[in-house]
C-alpha cells in the first residue's frame, strides 16, 4: 500500500454523466481496500436507485447539501455530513444545491467501471443505455444495478 500519494496527478473521469469525477485513490494505492472520488454535482442531480453488490459507498460531503434513499429511509445530509450507503442496500442521492462531495468505495473496484465509461465516453462523445449494459454485465462483479 502507498502511504503517501501526494506526487500522483489526479485522474479526471467525465464518463457522459452528468458530472465528472476525480479519482483521488485506486484499488492499486490502498491494495483493494478501497478507492476515493471527489464530485462536484449541480443541483437537482443525482443517479438512478442502484446497488452495489461488493462494495459499500460512503459520502463525505464538503460543501452543499444532498437527499439520499438508503432502503425505504430518506434524510438529508449537509456539509460536513457522513452517510454510509451498506452493499445490497438499494440507494441513490439528489443534490439540494451544488454539493462537493468525497465517495468511498469498500473495497475498491467500482473506479474500473467508471474508468471504462469514461474511456468510451471520450471515444465516442456519448454513453448509451446500451453500452453502460454492457459495462455492467462486464463488471458484474463490480457493477451498479440501476433498479428505476
Given at each position: 500500500?502507498r502511504?503517501?500519494?501526494?506526487d500522483?496527478?489526479?485522474?479526471?473521469?467525465?464518463?457522459?454523466?452528468?458530472?465528472?469525477?476525480?479519482l483521488?485513490?485506486?484499488?492499486?494505492?490502498?491494495?483493494?481496500?478501497?478507492?476515493?472520488?471527489?464530485?462536484?454535482?449541480?443541483?437537482?442531480?443525482?443517479?438512478?436507485?442502484?446497488?452495489?453488490?461488493?462494495?459499500?459507498?460512503?459520502?463525505?460531503?464538503?460543501?452543499?447539501?444532498?437527499?439520499?434513499?438508503?432502503?425505504?429511509?430518506e434524510?438529508?445530509?449537509?456539509?460536513r455530513?457522513?452517510?454510509v450507503?451498506?452493499?445490497?442496500?438499494?440507494?441513490r442521492?439528489?443534490?439540494?444545491?451544488?454539493?462537493?462531495?468525497?465517495?468511498?468505495?469498500?473495497?475498491?473496484?467500482?473506479?474500473?467501471?467508471?474508468?471504462?465509461?469514461?474511456?468510451?465516453?471520450?471515444?465516442h462523445?456519448?454513453?448509451?443505455?446500451?453500452?453502460?449494459?454492457?459495462?455492467?454485465?462486464?463488471?458484474?462483479?463490480?457493477?451498479?444495478?440501476?433498479?428505476?
Amino acid at each position: 500500500m502507498r502511504t503517501d500519494t501526494s506526487d500522483r496527478e489526479v485522474e479526471h473521469l467525465l464518463g457522459g454523466g452528468a458530472f465528472p469525477v476525480e479519482l483521488l485513490a485506486d484499488g492499486s494505492e490502498t491494495d483493494g481496500q478501497f478507492c476515493i472520488m471527489r464530485w462536484t454535482v449541480d443541483a437537482g442531480q443525482g443517479p438512478h436507485i442502484h446497488t452495489h453488490q461488493y462494495e459499500d459507498e460512503s459520502i463525505f460531503v464538503l460543501s452543499g447539501a444532498l437527499r439520499v434513499e438508503i432502503g425505504p429511509a430518506e434524510r438529508e445530509v449537509q456539509a460536513r455530513g457522513f452517510v454510509v450507503m451498506p452493499r445490497g442496500t438499494p440507494h441513490r442521492f439528489v443534490t439540494i444545491e451544488r454539493t462537493e462531495m468525497l465517495t468511498i468505495f469498500s473495497p475498491a473496484g467500482f473506479e474500473q467501471f467508471l474508468r471504462e465509461r469514461d474511456q468510451h465516453f471520450r471515444a465516442h462523445g456519448h454513453v448509451d443505455e446500451q453500452t453502460l449494459d454492457h459495462l455492467r454485465t462486464a463488471h458484474r462483479e463490480r457493477m451498479a444495478t440501476k433498479l428505476r
